[in-house]
């Protein structure tokens, strides 16, 4: 039972938050491709991969030699910072601070970069080979693949849940290339800001489990704990939610008075 | 050059966006886990602490950049 949760929890946590990462990889090696060709897009991707794989083969070694204690403690710490800084965002878009994040416009401002010069004016194209597309579609993988490699070392590293972390990463990513091949035109449909609340609470739940567990806390019910995390900060964040949303309201009116006045 | 620094970047961005919610939950971890390591306190108040302090410096950061101009 306690396994199962992890696992399913694990699985869960690194689909979401990949598919965060590759729905922004796939949006940039688009606008690559449709720009400047699919050819020069998909060696600068399979470059990326190459490095990522080889990021991998290193990384995965030399976790392993690591104290668990200290894997507890670095692997928590840095869970949960990514986790509260996307469960922030993804709150202050919810309460309307930030704009929504929004993949066609960034398609399209992509898409721009690629066709103009710094003053403006329509580049020329190359007709073999392009390195320009090749070094952005490249740039961009790599980043959002290191995220990947992150999120699962960050959630599968701790327990030997590599292998759950890695098949959730895999399956999200191959979704989103599927999506994207079968599409033409990048993701903008997906709930993103939904997305980064869940993999916000889920993570910055690790976090603190693993931290906890780190410095010598037992918590209860074992891994079954993570879960009684993961509602309580759900609560909490729906409650800062509403907070906000009326702080923000009454910040607006006090604002439109001021105007008026 | 530019690609590593871009890069070093980026992944600093991952898990740091807004530095006082990151420095916030630095503080806590820390003082909770020194509080533990040197025995004053351990158990269910370590666990409550851990808890409260980091579900209290993200509200606090968020209903701050909520009735803020410019939340960044």
């Known amino acids: 039972m306690i396994g199962w949760i992890h696992a399913s929890s694990t699985i869960a946590s690194a689909f979401l938050a990949s598919s965060v990462e590759a729905v922004e990889a796939l949006t940039v090696v688009l606008a690559v491709s449709v720009v400047r060709g699919w050819r020069s897009a998909l060696l600068g991707t399979a470059a990326a991969f190459c490095l990522l794989i080889a990021l991998v083969a290193i990384f995965g070694r030399a976790l392993g030699q690591v104290p668990i204690a200290l894997l507890q403690l670095v692997v928590g710490t840095l869970l949960l910072l990514f986790g509260m800084r996307w469960l922030r965002k993804a709150m202050l878009r919810s309460v309307g601070v930030i704009h929504l994040h929004d993949e066609a416009a960034i398609y399209e401002r992509q898409i721009h970069a690629l066709l103009s010069d710094d003053t403006g004016a329509r580049k020329a194209l190359p007709t073999g080979w392009d390195p320009i597309a090749i070094a952005t579609a490249f740039k961009a993988v790599t980043l959002e693949g290191v995220e990947v490699i992150i999120i699962v070392i960050a959630l599968g590293a701790v327990q030997g849940s590599l292998v759950p972390a890695s098949l959730g990463a895999l399956a999200a990513c191959l979704l989103v290339i599927a999506a994207g091949v079968i599409l033409h035109q990048p993701l903008s449909r997906v709930p993103e800001n939904s997305l980064k609340f869940i993999v916000g609470i889920l993570m910055s739940a690790f976090g603190l489990f693993w931290f906890g567990q780190g410095i010598g806390l037992a918590w209860p019910y074992h891994d079954g704990a993570v879960l009684g995390l993961m509602a309580i900060l759900a609560a909490a964040s729906w409650m800062g939610i509403r907070i906000a949303k009326r702080i923000r309201a009454r910040h607006n009116d006090a604002a439109l008075r001021g105007e008026i006045a | ?72």
Do not use: C, Q
Not at chain 2, 8 to 32: E, H, N, P, S, Y
């Open chain 2, 1 to 72: 050059m530019n690609f590593a620094l871009r890069t070093m970047r980026g992944l600093l961005g991952l898990f740091v966006d807004d530095g006082t919610l990151a420095l916030t939950l630095i503080a806590v971890i820390v003082v909770v886990g020194v509080l533990v390591h040197l025995g004053a306190i351990k158990g269910v108040l370590a666990m409550v602490l851990l808890l409260a302090g980091t579900i209290g410096a993200l509200l606090i950061n968020v209903t701050r950049a909520a009735s803020s101009k410019n939340p960044g």
